[in-house]
């Protein structure tokens, strides 16, 4: 089964989309990595007096870029596994479908067996309702045929004895 329905995805690539694109707002953290090398090259400048601001001025903006880096892999990574999650929700549908495929090709085969038995009895049946049809105009043609040679005899009975006086 997949793991999360088509809208959840949508709802986790916005959420990721979101995250993502706060990460590329420069309000947010503008040129960070520029500004942690402007910050150690300052600190480097700076006289004795000025060395604790300085360093701690580079100490926030380092800290500012490792979050930022840090943030960037995390909105990655989440891209990473709904990708992950997508593709491989996709193959067990593929695998699903694959399996009703084979299982739809094992009916129409057992319904083109069946079809052929189907019209081969169906075949049989007409011929012995042929069949039936014909034996009983066989024996409609003995029965009466047996009647009119019966009435001939005792047709040709009466004509004789009515000739010969009997």
């Known amino acids: 089964m997949p793991i999360y329905t088509p809208d959840e995805y949508k709802e986790k690539l916005d959420a990721v989309t979101i995250s993502y ?58 891209f990473f596994h709904i990708k992950e999650s997508i593709f491989k929700d996709i193959e067990e549908l593929i695998e699903g479908v694959n399996v009703n495929d084979e299982k739809i090709s094992n009916y129409n085969q057992e319904n083109k067996d069946l079809n052929e038995k189907y019209i081969s009895l169906r075949d049989k049946i007409n011929g012995a309702k042929g069949m039936q049809g014909d034996i009983q105009k ?16 005792i047709g040709g009975f009466v004509f004789y004895s009515g000739t010969r006086k009997l």
Request: glycine content about 4%; aromatic content about 6%.
């Open 21 to 78: 694109s706060s990460l590329l707002n420069k309000d947010n953290y503008g040129d960070v990595e520029k500004n942690c090398v402007d910050a150690k090259i300052a600190a480097a400048a700076a006289a004795a007096a000025d060395a604790a601001v300085a360093l701690e001025s580079e100490n926030n903006a380092c800290a500012r870029l490792d979050t930022y880096k840090h943030n960037l892999r995390s909105v990655g990574d989440d």
């Open 138 to 153: 066989r024996y409609n043609q003995s029965y009466y045929g047996n009647i009119v040679i019966m009435l001939s005899i």
